[in-house]
């Protein structure tokens, strides 16, 4: 999923600042599962929002909503009726939720209220992990289920360099050494071999290197 955290308060206040009343709009999907815009933290951020307004001797009038999907335009589009009344939408989606909504309603104010952050998957209650960096030529098939582009810190691809010591990464003593991972795990499956093979240098123009992409399913279109 991708993750994301809400942003600092200060930071929220001084996007609302100049409004009366604001749409705060929150997302079904990956931020409920991640627990920074989905319903529950739309309603407290509204409570804050409100309380903080009056604070500064204003009063803010937020209401709430939580589409779907705000990364989805069949789903933006359900804001087209009633969008006019807001002088601004406060988006708790990730960043591809804020553009979407921004993009339809181009005359509308929409601002982040999380910094989205990466996508990953939940290690334990509260804790998320980075896990995928969207490569666009996934390897995982050679490197036992374990990803040296998102997990190694130097996104390196074969074998570990100098510096990992005990398991441990060298930039942090709490850090897995991805290498050291997919050796344990090629070992477990029996397919060391795998690390013997060397892999080519990566074409990183399918990464986010090569530009913004794009996927166009023609079947679908
Ligand atoms: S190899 Fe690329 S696509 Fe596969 S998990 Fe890693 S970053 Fe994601
Ligand atoms: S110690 Fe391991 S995870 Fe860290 S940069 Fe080196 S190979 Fe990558």
Do not use: H
Not at 48 to 56: I, N, P, R, V
Not at 66 to 94: G, N
């Amino acid at each position: 999923m991708i993750t994301a955290q809400r942003k600092p308060m200060q930071e929220i206040m001084s996007y609302v600042a100049p409004y009366d009343k604001i749409l705060l709009l929150g997302c079904n999907e990956c931020v409920t599962v991640c627990y920074a815009g989905g319903r529950k933290e739309v309603g407290i951020l509204a409570s804050a929002l409100q309380m903080g307004s009056l604070q500064q001797g204003k009063k803010l009038e937020v209401v709430e909503m939580t589409l779907e999907r705000q990364c989805d335009p069949e789903y933006v589009e359900e804001l087209a009726r009633t969008i006019d009344q807001y002088d601004a939408v406060c988006s708790m989606a990730c960043g591809c939720g804020v553009q979407t909504v921004a993009g339809r309603y181009l005359d509308k104010p929409v601002y982040p209220m999380v910094n989205t952050t990466f996508m990953g998957a939940s290690e334990r209650q509260g804790v998320w992990a980075e896990r995928c960096q969207g490569c666009g030529e996934c390897v995982l098939a050679y490197t036992g289920g374990i990803c040296p582009v998102a997990r190694c810190s130097k996104r390196i691809f074969n074998g570990p360099c100098g510096g990992s010591t005990g398991g441990k990464c060298e930039i942090a003593p709490d850090v897995d050494c991805a290498w050291q991972l997919i050796w344990d795990r090629l070992k477990a499956l029996g397919r060391t071999d795998l690390y013997q093979q060397i892999m080519p240098a990566k074409d990183w123009r399918s990464a986010r290197d090569g530009g913004p992409r794009r996927i166009v399913r023609e079947d679908l279109i």
